[in-house]
């Protein structure tokens, strides 16, 4: 195969990602043109609109037992791989053309770990050195990867991620029973995770892991409750050494072991989600998550809506003198929307829903947990949900068949 029929297949499962719980908009394309470059796909960055990231695997050979992938060690997939200086070069050309932003890299693990990572960083290296690429490079750490390896990936890279897949070590042994989560990945991810944050501290403008490290969960397939995976991230996060969290609801793939394992439904990975920004955006504590009996999030209700009708005594809110933490709060009010108000009525008086709206607050949901001016904006208990997709609509409703982990780019 040629370098492009390599890449097409090293980068299939790229184009149907999806970034924290929402599938990602495929780009229009005018009759008869083009194309879209094998690998290049536009992502969400939260907070600062879009980017073009090539996303690959180095190679799709893999000795892993995951039992969820495709490439596994027992797979009968089309295995293929590229070299370093081919990844250095199929990046560059795109990026010299103005097609693509940044490099999100990947790979499997054949054989030894501590080989196929030397030729990840081998790539990443003569992007910087060779080719003098300053721009955005987010790479995968392997499993088993050496504490030497995790620090020059930190050195190189903008961002590190290494998935932990499950709260617990008996969940991770499960899923791949090569993986260690105490002795290996956690350690590994608490490592990046330090050099990022101290640099980030002491100010250092050529900071280790400058956006932070990320990490994934699959999600459903081994009995792992919501409240343990919270848990875990909301601890890493805290400390400083998670900047966010990747959630990834368990669907079978065709000729894995776990394809007769049910696949869990895309509302619990949405509400994981929602979760997760409360602990890291909205102020909450993990305490305060609205777990039920069974240590899961609820899938009728978002949890920021579940936790205000549980506490009936904290609301209404006055808009005119709440503090933006209680503000935040509410159902409908995000923190944008929360400075805005602060900020407005400093200057003039807030009249009405009109106003709030203006400034970014969702009134159906919002209305009956406020007040202004002495009275409730709503009479009426909100919508019970937050803008969830139909159950299932962003994943496909049959068996997955792709030679590459359908989580792969997380």
Known sequence: MDRRERLAILSEAATDDREHGMPLPRRSR????????????????????????????????????CGYCPTFCGGRVKRT?????????????????????????TSGVPGRAERAMDRMLDAVHVLRRREGFTGYVHLKVLPGAQRD????????CDRVSINLEGPRPDVVRRLAK????????????????????????????????????TTQFVVGAQGEQDREILGLVGRLEGQGLLHHAHFSAFQPV????MEGVPPTPSAREFRLYQAEHLLRQYRFRF????????????????PK???ALAHPAEFPVDVARAPDDLLLRVPGIGPRAAERIVTERRRVALRGAEDLRRLGVDIPRAGYFLTLGGRRLAREQPPVQQGLFADGRHLPSVVWRTPTPPCAYR
Request: aromatic letters at 4%; a negative charge.
């Open 30 to 65: 005018a009759p008869g043109a083009a194309e879209d470059p094998v690998g290049i796909r536009k992502v969400r960055v939260p907070g600062r609109g879009t980017t073009s990231l090539m996303r690959i695997m180095q190679t799709n050979a893999c000795s892993l037992s």
């Open 81 to 105: 791989a590229l070299a370093p200086e081919e990844v250095a070069r199929t990046f560059i050309e795109a990026h010299r053309a103005g097609l693509v932003s940044g490099l999100f890299l």
């Open 149 to 156: 390896q995790v620090r020059e990936a930190a050195r190189l």
């Open 178 to 213: 090569e993986k260690d989560l105490a002795g290996d990945l956690l350690p590994s991810l608490e490592l990046a995770g330090r050099l990022s944050r101290d640099g980030r501290i002491e100010g250092r403008p050529d900071r280790p892991a400058r956006m932070g490290t």
């Open 254 to 257: 065709a000729g894995t072991p």
């Open 287 to 302: 305490d305060e998550l609205p777990f039920g009996a069974d240590g899961n999030l609820p899938l009728d209700l978002d």
């Open 305 to 307: 809506t579940a936790w």
